[in-house]
């Protein structure tokens, strides 16, 4: 079982059909399917076996997609990378993986050059590094291959296949590992419930580098034989034209990707009958969004729920009605869920506990963390730290209220408070930080940081805050606001009660 010969499949199946639509540029399933053979030769001559980690800092582009199912078909084990992480975040993640390549561009090497300078064991690979002719050497590289297919695809189904990184509450990220078996039956399961067809025209908006862009949309997209419409950068103008221009039927985003739409429907006003679906997932998606999209274009979101460890775990109905706002819908075939208290016994419908899950879905463990995997299942469960209730009608319906965890989901991006509070607190006039997430309806929460300053200093300034958090981390972990308070309240047990923070009023805190 391999996803990458799973797609190889499908593109010899609808062979003369459009798989991508990338910018204006057309690629057929039998393109597509030369193109990755290609890329995989080309990894092949590097020296690229089984197991090894391939590291992907690219923005969304072709050359993203062909590289990560190429290492797939190779028994590679790929790790897309956000094209915004930082020098420290580029050096944790290689060097936590033991990526021995790395695929990036000029624009992102530049930044993170001094890294992959101390690795030794790591290659390093620009795909737009001009060879002397001024042509791009690595697409030269990959045209002058030979005619043999290197694919031998030599993974079982649970062999890793991707190492997705999600932060920890500790503020050390953790390296999910998602086998061949997760990637190729949850993108059967999604298949099924949300009637996927080589009929269908998905535009793609999301990033290449998250488990929602790529193994959800693009993954599903190619699998299904499905044309994928897709732009390197969200824009609600163009994104909306595109809808109406391509004639898309299917649709996948983040709340705020909505909130953005919603801004721009009186300009354009598009024609939709050509849509079937609007899916939206990776944060809440807020009853009055639900409403308000519904209201406008007379169609209702489908929201479901997934995880990095758990890719997709339920949906609402494709049946229209069954859609309820706030509801995350029903376990995906495959996938079951318990709702259980702190002793760990199933509560009753209706009572608020620990979202627990079951499923070839599931990942296989955090990399090198056998203890954290350890404390992660429980009798052949995950438990995913997501708060919820159970339907009291019917048990199978899943709502969620609140993460145990306390992650912060903005703009679709998890954020972990401790990461940036651990950033805040290396800054010289920083004695301590908590950060919370704050009700915003374009981003769904606003990263907030509360800080305590040292005695003693002067011209508090909240964009040298800010300005210092980014010189460290991705922009979207960054605060939207920095506010100085004089202490941070505390429990009688010393434990900061942020509950209390996100009480405030952020203009007199």
């Given at each position: 079982?391999?996803?990458?010969?799973?797609?190889?499949?499908?593109?010899?199946?609808?062979?003369?059909?459009?798989?991508?639509?990338?910018?204006?540029?057309?690629?057929?399933?039998?393109?597509?399917?030369?193109?990755?053979?290609?890329?995989?030769?080309?990894?092949?001559?590097?020296?690229?076996?089984?197991?090894?980690?391939?590291?992907?800092?690219?923005?969304?582009?072709?050359?993203?997609?062909?590289?990560?199912?190429?290492?797939?078909?190779?028994?590679?084990?790929?790790?897309?990378?956000?094209?915004?992480?930082?020098?420290?975040?580029?050096?944790?993640?290689?060097?936590?993986?033991?990526?021995?390549?790395?695929?990036?561009?000029?624009?992102?090497?530049?930044?993170?050059?001094?890294?992959?300078?101390?690795?030794?064991?790591?290659?390093?690979?620009?795909?737009?590094?001009?060879?002397?002719?001024?042509?791009?050497?690595?697409?030269?590289?990959?045209t002058k291959v030979g005619a043999d297919d290197p694919?031998?695809?030599?993974?079982?189904?649970?062999?890793?296949?991707?190492?997705?990184?999600?932060?920890?509450?500790?503020?050390?990220?953790?390296?999910?590992?998602?086998?061949?078996?997760?990637?190729?039956?949850?993108?059967?399961?999604?298949?099924?419930?949300?009637?996927?067809?080589?009929?269908?025209?998905?535009?793609?908006?999301?990033?290449?580098?998250?488990?929602?862009?790529?193994?959800?949309?693009?993954?599903?997209?190619?699998?299904?034989?499905?044309?994928?419409?897709?732009?390197?950068?969200?824009?609600?103008?163009?994104?909306?034209?595109?809808?109406?221009?391509?004639?898309?039927?299917?649709?996948?985003?983040?709340?705020?990707?909505?909130?953005?739409?919603?801004?721009?429907?009186?300009?354009?006003?598009?024609?939709?009958?050509?849509?079937?679906?609007?899916?939206?997932?990776?944060?809440?998606?807020?009853?009055?969004?639900?409403?308000?999209?519904?209201?406008?274009?007379?169609?209702?979101?489908?929201?479901?729920?997934?995880?990095?460890?758990?890719?997709?775990?339920?949906?609402?109905?494709?049946?229209?009605?069954?859609?309820?706002?706030?509801?995350?819908?029903?376990?995906?075939?495959?996938?079951?869920?318990?709702?259980?208290?702190?002793?760990?016994?199933?509560?009753?419908?209706?009572?608020v506990g620990e979202v627990w899950l079951r499923g070839d879905n599931i990942f296989k463990g955090y990399w090198?963390?056998?203890?954290?995997?350890?404390?992660?299942?429980?009798?052949?469960?995950?438990?995913?730290?997501?708060?919820?209730?159970?339907?009291?009608?019917?048990?199978?319906?899943?709502?969620?209220?609140?993460?145990?965890?306390?992650?912060?989901?903005?703009?679709?991006?998890?954020?972990?408070?401790?990461?940036?509070?651990?950033?805040?607190?290396?800054?010289?006039?920083?004695?301590?930080?908590?950060?919370?997430?704050?009700?915003?309806?374009?981003?769904?929460?606003?990263?907030?940081?509360?800080?305590?300053?040292?005695?003693?200093?002067?011209?508090?300034?909240?964009?040298?805050?800010?300005?210092?958090?980014?010189?460290?981390?991705?922009?979207?972990?960054?605060?939207?606001?920095?506010?100085?308070?004089?202490?941070?309240?505390?429990?009688?047990?010393?434990?900061?009660?942020?509950?209390?923070?996100?009480?405030?009023?952020?203009?007199?805190?």
């Amino acid at each position: 079982m391999n996803m990458a010969e799973v797609i190889s499949r499908s593109c010899r199946k609808y062979e003369p059909k459009t798989a991508i639509l990338y910018e204006g540029r057309s690629y057929s399933f039998a393109e597509m399917d030369v193109m990755v053979k290609q890329h995989a030769s080309f990894l092949r001559g590097l020296g690229v076996k089984k197991g090894d980690r391939i590291a992907i800092q690219l923005p969304k582009c072709m050359d993203f997609i062909f590289l990560h199912l190429a290492a797939l078909s190779l028994g590679a084990i790929t790790l897309p990378l956000n094209p915004g992480y930082t020098l420290d975040e580029v050096r944790y993640f290689l060097t936590d993986s033991g990526s021995s390549f790395f695929f990036s561009d000029a624009a992102r090497f530049e930044r993170v050059q001094q890294v992959v300078d101390e690795i030794p064991q790591l290659t390093t690979i620009l795909i737009d590094e001009p060879s002397p002719d001024g042509f791009d050497a690595v697409q030269q590289e990959v045209t002058k291959v030979g005619a043999d297919d290197p694919r031998d695809y030599p993974t079982g189904e649970d062999d890793v296949a991707m190492i997705c990184y999600t932060s920890g509450t500790t503020g050390k990220p953790k390296g999910a590992m998602i086998t061949h078996r997760n990637l190729v039956t949850n993108t059967m399961a999604l298949q099924r419930v949300w009637q996927w067809t080589d009929r269908d025209r998905l535009l793609h908006v999301l990033p290449l580098f998250h488990v929602h862009g790529l193994n959800v949309a693009l993954h599903g997209g190619l699998n299904a034989g499905c044309t994928i419409v897709m732009h390197q950068a969200f824009d609600p103008h163009k994104a909306w034209m595109a809808v109406e221009q391509e004639k898309c039927t299917m649709f996948m985003a983040v709340p705020t990707i909505y909130y953005r739409l919603m801004n721009e429907w009186e300009t354009v006003r598009p024609a939709l009958d050509s849509m079937r679906v609007f899916i939206s997932g990776s944060a809440p998606l807020l009853e009055n969004l639900f409403y308000r999209f519904e209201d406008a274009t007379g169609y209702r979101i489908l929201e479901r729920y997934g995880m990095t460890e758990a890719q997709m775990i339920t949906s609402n109905p494709f049946d229209v009605d069954g859609r309820i706002p706030q509801s995350v819908g029903f376990p995906l075939p495959g996938t079951e869920i318990r709702v259980v208290s702190d002793a760990g016994r199933d509560v009753e419908p209706g009572d608020v506990g620990e979202v627990w899950l079951r499923g070839d879905n599931i990942f296989k463990g955090y990399w090198q963390m056998p203890e954290k995997t350890r404390e992660s299942f429980s009798d052949g469960w995950f438990r995913s730290g997501d708060l919820g209730y159970q339907d009291p009608r019917d048990k199978m319906r899943l709502y969620l209220v609140g993460r145990a965890k306390e992650l912060i989901i903005t703009g679709g991006y998890n954020v972990y408070p401790k990461e940036l509070e651990n950033v805040l607190e290396s800054h010289e006039d920083v004695l301590e930080a908590a950060v919370v997430g704050m009700p915003d309806e374009d981003f769904g929460e606003r990263v907030t940081a509360f800080v305590v300053l040292r005695s003693g200093t002067e011209g508090f300034s909240q964009e040298e805050l800010i300005g210092f958090c980014r010189n460290h981390l991705a922009a979207y972990k960054c605060p939207k606001t920095v506010l100085p308070i004089s202490e941070l309240p505390r429990n009688a047990m010393g434990k900061i009660q942020k509950q209390v923070l996100q009480q405030k009023d952020e203009t007199n805190p």
